[in-house]
């Protein structure tokens, strides 16, 4: 494929490329960001191009520039998976979301909440959000791999933030509405 019949398939497929990276992205500046790159991979990949399926193929590449950029580290670092009911909209400047939560919730019930988690959520959560060990010091405590430890506080704040959202004194304005709970 020359360079000009690139051009004119990048006028043709531009807008198809840009919606599907907006789709995944909604954030305009990215999804733009992603239409480029998407552009650049297809340039140094146009040999792989099947020939007739040139809009399929752009599609493809879009989506996967998409969903590579949502996996990305910073993405997942801006938006912490299981954090979603301590990051409440709204919070005052300076007040941190895990202490809106506590004067919603009351530490008491929040700490029952906690403690009548199951197992093997229970005693993670109990060591690392109530008595505040790492979750280093938690695992050797557990007697369990770190990395399970870390999945097993993951899992249990997903279902604190399910058992929170469902509780009426949470006004729907004030619920998270970052990913699913």
């Known amino acids: ?3 000009q019949e690139f051009s004119t398939m990048v006028q043709k497929y531009q807008a ?15 999804a733009q960001d992603l239409t480029q790159e998407t552009f650049l991979a297809a340039w140094r990949a146009i040999d792989r191009c099947p020939p007739g399926f040139e809009k399929q193929w752009l599609a493809r590449i879009a989506a996967n520039k998409a969903k590579d950029y949502l996996r990305s580290a910073w ?7 299981g954090d979603e009911v ?18 919603v919730l009351g530490e008491e019930e929040l700490t029952g909440m906690i403690l009548n988690l199951r197992e093997p959520y229970c005693t993670p959560c109990r060591l690392v959000l109530l008595e505040q060990h790492t979750m280093a010091e938690a ?19 997903k279902m604190l933030a399910q058992q929170i959202l469902q509780n009426e004194r949470i006004p729907c304005e004030r619920r998270s509405v970052h990913g699913t709970v």
């Open 1 to 3: 494929m020359t360079t």
């Open 16 to 30: 198809l490329v840009y919606t599907v990276c907006h789709q995944l992205v909604p954030d305009v500046q990215e």
């Open 75 to 81: 993405v997942r670092k801006m938006n912490t998976p």
């Open 86 to 103: 301590l990051a409440l909209e709204g919070a005052p400047p300076g007040m941190q979301p895990e202490q809106q939560v506590l004067e």
């Open 139 to 157: 695992a050797r405590l557990c007697g369990r791999p770190p990395k399970t430890v870390e999945a097993q506080v993951y899992r249990a704040k």
